[in-house]
């Protein structure tokens, strides 16, 4: 009788805990597949090192480098990022060439943090084209700092963000943004890969523009009227027209990642 209760004494734990390891288990799983489509990667290495900043050598720094380490891990866009100053020894992504400081360059930077999504990108287009379309063509002549509307490409530009409720860029010029937008905020993309709700600037011969692309290929785009203080601006892919101190230059186009 008394080792009759032990075999049952001993068949009610095991029972007891292959019910809890199910509910761990059944606990878990949901979990990881809420957090599968972003993830943040601290300290982000390749071939047991730390992942270099740089896409090439010395060249496409930052995001290219970011993004083509989300891509990397099956992750199809880049959220954001931070740069770190104190790696010794970086390995290049796109040829696994390794940068030792002081051997073969004189500073070897990396990443402390890149956070990957498969889909932030699309969601933020799709809330800026909305907030461009409510927001319709308000005047800027009201906002602080801006000659009365006439000085309000950036102020206009944040003006949708924030009714849209994304993070503004939040700086004093144009040039201010672009480095923001360079340093994790956004990631550079060629003309041929725009989309509506991109970020489009141009810099040439110190005058800044910026607005947004209302195309695939951004051959459209909506951005402050000076003339009129105004969003309301419809131009084409670097806002030149006859006479505009942008024509001849380049755009910079970026796909807002936070």
Known sequence: MFFRRRIWWFVLLAVTAIALISQQVFIDIPSQAQNAQTRTFDNPSIGGQRLDRCLTWERKCGAPAAKAFCQLNKYSELVGFGVDNSPKITQVISDGRVCQEGVNHPNCDGFKWITCSNNSSNNIAEKIISSIKEKGNFSTKDIPNTDHGRK?????????????????????????????????????????????????LVDINGQHHIGFCQNNGCSQTISNSSSKASFSFKGNGNFSYKGSPYNGSAPNIYRLNR
Do not use: F, Q, W
């Open 152 to 200: 309000a490409c950036l102020a206009a530009v944040n003006e949708v963000l924030k009714n849209a409720g994304i993070e503004p860029l939040d700086h004093i010029s144009v040039l201010e943004a672009k480095a923001a937008l360079d340093n994790g905020r956004g990631t550079p993309v060629d003309a041929s890969n725009a989309k509506p709700g991109d970020i489009v």
